[in-house]
């Protein structure tokens, strides 16, 4: 009988296809990223955040890294200066200029789990195979202007190409308008 409630309840956790993380977990992310809801995170990002919390980095560096894996699904719009300049200790401000907020916030996280200098180089350059170029901040402007509802936080490397693609044409404000909300919805 107990082997069959111990496979009953086993499937039952298995069919939810998420296991929650446990309260020692959750007292650990917790300590060093308080805002964060960790009964939100996937059970990757439970896993990373714990790597992070158990990693021998500063406290703030355990934060910021765990809030970023925290915020990875929601992409992030805006990143600190310090998490700028993190990130640009490892990679040229160019390619990270042109990454997104998915790839700054992945690369945050190699940077704050990593435990030595090489291994989150070797990580980054693995990361920066995929790096497709984000918008430019004139290119953004352009596409807020023409169409404010659109959100850009978003964008797939599809999109962003069919919307560069779009914004260097000669059609029309109105024109322009129409496709670009066509492409980001």
């Not at 060093?32 to 992070?52: C, F, G, N, S």
């Amino acid at each position: 009988m107990k082997r069959f409630l111990a496979v009953t309840a086993l499937t039952s956790v298995l069919a939810t296809g998420a296991l929650a993380a446990t309260e020692e977990q959750s007292t650990l992310i917790n300590t060093y990223a308080p805002d964060v809801d960790v009964m939100m995170l996937t059970d990757q990002q439970v896993i990373e955040a714990m790597a992070i919390a158990n990693s021998g980095g500063s406290d703030t560096q355990k934060r910021e890294g765990i809030e970023t894996i925290a915020m990875r699904d929601s992409a992030p719009t805006t990143f600190s200066t310090e998490q700028m300049a993190q990130i640009e200790e490892y990679l040229p401000a160019e390619q990270v200029m042109m990454m997104t907020g998915d790839q700054r916030g992945d690369a945050l996280a190699i940077i704050n789990g990593a435990s030595t200098d090489e291994d989150i180089r070797a990580q980054l350059a693995a990361l920066g195979d995929d790096v497709t170029p984000a918008l430019t901040p004139a290119e953004v402007s352009r596409v807020e202007t023409l169409a404010p509802e659109a959100d850009l936080t978003v964008l797939t490397p599809e999109q962003v190409a069919r919307i560069r693609a779009l914004i260097y044409t000669d059609d029309s404000d109105g024109q322009l308008k129409g496709r670009l909300l066509d492409v980001v919805s």
